[in-house]
């Protein structure tokens, strides 16, 4: 699956919304925000501060037009009341069905359950795509907080998942949580996708 379609209209469950970035609907500047207030702990941005606003947000956009990016299709994660988008949630190929989603939540933001609603909504709605079968979180045996969203968010326990990073010359260990057309779902992880 090299191409990801967008959906036609945005994703929520109620309480967050999933849309893609745009610079004319002030992403630009909640980027500038979150630097400038140096939100960016743990560097939930992907490819923030290593480049400007703007061109985040076109490299976001073009995953979404099939061209590779680290972070795939973007996603911003936006709640009733804020200004500007308070998340992302990004998704990579990794081939034979199954697709990893990556998240992040701004620090302001956090310990409302949020990550854990955005991932269930991506989650779902990359299952409906052809072909894919599973979705994976992959999270650090370290971040039990990471660990808590993703059982929060429907995701169950499936071992680990060696990766090496050729820029830095290490290899990972990583858990690894998934969600697919077979994964027993729970009370608290009902499907919840609509659209507007």
């Known amino acids: 699956m090299a191409y990801v379609k967008a959906p036609g209209r945005r994703l929520t469950d109620g309480v967050v919304t999933l849309r893609l970035p745009s610079a004319e609907v002030g992403d630009v500047d909640a980027i500038v925000g979150y630097v400038e207030r140096e939100q960016l702990d743990g560097h939930w941005l992907p490819g923030i501060p290593l480049v400007s606003a703007e061109h985040a947000i076109a490299d976001w956009l073009a995953g979404w037009a099939g061209y590779p990016r680290s972070a795939g299709p973007v996603f911003v994660v936006t709640v009733p009341g804020a200004p500007h988008f308070v998340g992302v949630v990004g998704s990579i190929d990794r081939g034979e069905g199954c697709i990893e989603m990556t998240y992040g939540i701004a620090p302001s933001w956090r310990g409302r359950g949020l990550a854990s609603r955005a991932a269930r909504l991506a989650a779902h709605w ?7 079968t599973t979705v994976e979180l992959r999270i650090a045996q370290r971040h039990a ?16 998942v060696t990766q090496y990073v050729p820029g830095t010359g290490e290899t990972f260990e990583d858990l690894r949580y998934i969600l697919g057309s077979q994964t027993p779902m729970t009370a608290d ?3 919840g996708v609509r659209t507007q």
Not at 152 to 159: E, H, Q, Y
């Open 145 to 160: 907080v990471s660990q808590h969203v993703a059982t929060n968010a429907g995701f169950v326990a499936a071992g680990t």
């Open 126 to 132: 990359a299952l409906t795509l052809p072909g894919v």
């Open 189 to 191: 992880s009902p499907l």
